[in-house]
T-cell receptor, first 113, second 112 residues
Framework: EPEVTQTPSHQVTQMGQEVILRCVPISNHLYFYWYRQILGQKVEFLVSFYNNEISEKSEIFDDQFSVERPDGSNFTLKIRSTKLEDSAMYFC???????????FGAGSRLTVL | RKEVEQDPGPFNVPEGATVAFNCTYSNSASQSFFWYRQDCRKEPKLLMSVYSSGNEDGRFTAQLNRASQYISLLIRDSKLSDSATYLCVVRILTGGGNKLTFGTGTQLKVEL
């Protein structure tokens, strides 16, 4: 079964450092997403990406965050100047179209010290 | 009011029991509804979509009441492997496609 793969599985960083989380969506999917889940809290939408641009973003997704699809396979989330409260599990997801079911990756756990 | 509200549980039930979870949502523009399952520190996985007429998938039955903005999940003959957190999820279709709004989840523990 096709999978969404994410790297790294766990990243520890110092406050103020930049982090890049990587995702390889399912190959024929056209829509890409990032969600995050702070420990013990709900899964929250960050951003959706289609046709090489952001199609929607939440209020969480401020100037500290950016996404990019640098080549035909990777989809990255960059967090600049990380804060303690950025510590969370970050899930990448993809779907074939905007109405279809999302497939989530296994997540990247970010710990900011 | 929370966008998607669930009883956090935990629900501790014996194997073989029937258990029901409820969920309410606040946005009447919500168009699609789902139950996801999340195991500890894992990604959410789709359990089933929820249709207005109600739908069943094996031991799992989902119901939707649009007038009351209420969704339910019934698990019959529960198994140890059903132990997980069950997430109520709604989708509002926007130009961005799949923006899902998750509830905080209801934890189920099935015991021998």
């Amino acid at each position: 079964e096709p999978e969404v793969t994410q790297t790294p599985s766990h990243q520890v960083t110092q406050m103020g450092q930049e982090v890049i989380l990587r995702c390889v969506p399912i190959s024929n999917h056209l829509y890409f997403y990032w969600y995050r889940q702070i420990l013990g809290q709900k899964v929250e939408f960050l951003v959706s990406f289609y046709n090489n641009e952001i199609s929607e973003k939440s209020e969480i997704f401020d100037d500290q965050f950016s996404v990019e699809r640098p080549d035909g396979s990777n989809f990255t989330l960059k967090i600049r100047s990380t804060k303690l409260e950025d510590s969370a599990m970050y899930f990448c997801a993809s779907s074939w179209d905007g109405n279809n079911v999302l497939t989530f990756g296994a997540g990247s756990r970010l710990t900011v010290l | 009011r929370k966008e998607v509200e669930q009883d956090p549980g935990p629900f501790n039930v014996p194997e073989g029991a029937t258990v029901a979870f409820n969920c309410t949502y606040s946005n009447s523009a919500s168009q699609s509804f789902f139950w996801y399952r999340q195991d500890c520190r894992k990604e959410p996985k789709l359990l089933m979509s929820v249709y207005s007429s109600g739908n069943e998938d094996g031991r799992f039955t989902a119901q939707l009441n649009r007038a009351s903005q209420y969704i339910s999940l019934l698990i019959r003959d529960s198994k140890l492997s059903d132990s997980a957190t069950y997430l109520c999820v709604v989708r509002i279709l926007t130009g961005g496609g799949n923006k899902l709004t998750f509830g905080t989840g209801t934890q189920l523990k099935v015991e021998l």
